[in-house]
């Protein structure tokens, strides 16, 4: 029998000729949630340039030095020496004949650098690996004090002083550092006799500039307190930073273009020319979040004070070492920021330690929280892979920050009300149409971000992602028992 005897409907495949297809607008994968931008308060910004005042800043801060790696033995130039505040204001031959003076030297895991009580008067300096600084506490035990990574320094101290050292300082992986003992500074004083009492009137100087100040390097404000009379009134003032950090707004741009035939022609049921835009603007505001956590000029990243840095203890991110970001950025912390694979590595360390974080409800959309800040995911915080093809596995860094203006906190700028404006500081313009018929619209979006004072920002860095806890006994035992076995 014919298959057209047995056919006794006309078919869907032929039906659907005649029917109307719902569509959906074009989806595409690199959109997020980008909750940075919605939880960063917005300022605005007149005449595309921001200024933060500061108080004056008496005492220079101590910044990381630049280890060169890449030249075969580590190096660096000798005036990145001024990083470290003891010798910020050392004669120009004494800086760089002491850069001159260091060594390289290789230790083992596991060996101590400094011993709390002896006089071992060396200065390092950390090119590669980590160490950690003890001290004995009330009760006798080591403490912990400070884990210092790449580019930070110690001994700096006793190498001037000639005290046996107070603190324990020993290394947690293999390290390389570069150092100079008290003998090697005191050749380079023989070798210049005329600026050893310059050498000890820059220490000297230092040593009472830091009893002038407080722990944030600014002056301290004379008062009086009590109930005695006749006390006289001490006379004060705060002095402003005779150089205040201005930011200017940065733009992303890019250019639409749209075939006039396609938008006349084809514009049901959706809009051509608003779906371009729309999808265009999706990829500007990535980039926007993208440029205000990496970007070198004015990114989260690269804002951090060298002292609100902290490194992991054992490459995974434990809840210590978040309680220890928190400690840092204490004063009103909004939230962290982290890659998802941060987060994922943070639950597995609070499930191993049995205390599994709580989760809140964030624009809809549940987030775990540690001590009651929410850990807001974001993949622009990217991750450090030695695997080209696997960009999952590696380290990278965790954010605390507490934000607004009325806080001393990190803000986020921009200029709304620009000529062609779309949304809030994007604007979108015509630029014409070519003589294809093209037409082409620019679309420019102003921002920038702007950290108020150092601590409002702090960073917990070498984040360990690829770490996993082993189960398997645990998982065997269950799996037997389940069996009656």
């Known amino acids: 029998m014919s298959d057209y005897l047995l056919q006794r409907s006309v078919t869907t495949a032929v039906a659907r000729n005649l029917a109307n297809t719902t569509k959906t607008s074009p989806k595409m994968m690199s959109i ?14 007149e005449g595309g340039t921001y200024r933060v ?104 101290r006793d190498l001037v002083s000639g005290k046996p050292s107070d603190v324990k300082v020993r290394t947690i992986t293999p390290c390389v550092f570069l150092t100079v003992s008290r003998k090697d500074l005191d050749l380079v004083l023989q070798e210049l006799p005329n600026f050893a009492s310059e050498f000890q009137n820059a220490i000297d100087d230092h040593l009472e500039l830091r009893s002038t100040v407080n722990r944030y390097g600014e002056r301290n404000i004379d008062l009086v307190s009590g109930f005695a009379e006749n006390v006289e009134i001490p006379e004060t003032f705060v002095d402003y930073s005779p150089t205040p950090r201005e930011y200017s707004l940065s733009s992303v741009q890019t250019v639409v273009r749209v075939h006039t035939r396609v938008s006349d022609l084809y514009n049901g049921p959706f809009n051509q020319l608003e779906e371009q835009m729309r999808l265009t603007v999706e990829g500007i505001k990535e980039r926007q979040e993208w440029e205000l956590i990496n970007s070198s000029k004015f990114g989260l990243l690269h804002s951090v004070d060298p002292a609100m840095r902290i490194s992991t203890r054992y490459g995974a991110p434990t809840p210590d070492d978040l309680d220890e970001l928190l400690a840092m950025v204490w004063k009103k912390p909004a939230f962290f920021l982290a890659h998802p694979k941060a987060i994922a590595a943070i639950e597995r360390e609070c499930t191993w330690r049995g205390v599994p974080p709580v989760t809140t409800v964030l624009f809809g959309t549940p987030v775990i ?33 507490r934000v607004g203006e009325a806080d001393q906190g990190v803000v986020g700028l921009h200029q709304s009300g620009i000529p062609g404006e779309i949304m809030p500081s994007l604007s979108a313009r015509l630029m014409g149409v070519d003589s294809l018929g093209v037409a082409s619209y620019l679309l420019t979006l102003y921002f920038s971000c702007a950290v108020l004072t150092d601590d409002a920002l702090g960073v917990l860095e070498n984040v360990e992602v690829g770490f996993y806890h082993n189960y398997e006994s645990r998982g065997h035992k269950g799996f037997e028992q389940g069996l009656g076995i």
Request: aromatic fraction near 8%; charged fraction near 25%.
């Open 53 to 156: 005042n500061r108080t004056k800043v008496e005492l220079s801060k101590a910044e990381r030095i630049d280890v060169d790696l890449t030249a075969g033995a580590p190096a660096f130039p000798p005036e990145a020496l001024r990083s470290v505040p003891l010798f910020s204001k050392l004669p120009d031959a004494i800086v760089k004949r002491m850069a001159n003076r260091f060594k390289i030297e290789e230790i083992s895991l596991g060996n101590n650098l400094l011993v709390e009580g002896e006089d071992r008067t060396k200065f390092f300096i950390i090119a590669q690996g980590q160490v950690e600084v003890l001290s004995k506490g009330a009760h006798g035990s080591d403490l912990r004090i400070a884990l210092l990574t790449e580019g930070e320094f110690f001994g700096e």
């Open 32 to 45: 997020t949630p980008r909750w940075l931008l919605g939880m960063l308060p917005w300022v605005q910004v």
């Open 369 to 401: 929280t540690w001590r009651g800040v929410p850990l807001i995911p974001c993949d622009k915080l990217e991750i450090a892979s030695r695997f080209d093809s696997n960009r999952w596995l590696g380290t990278t860094s965790i954010l605390l920050l």
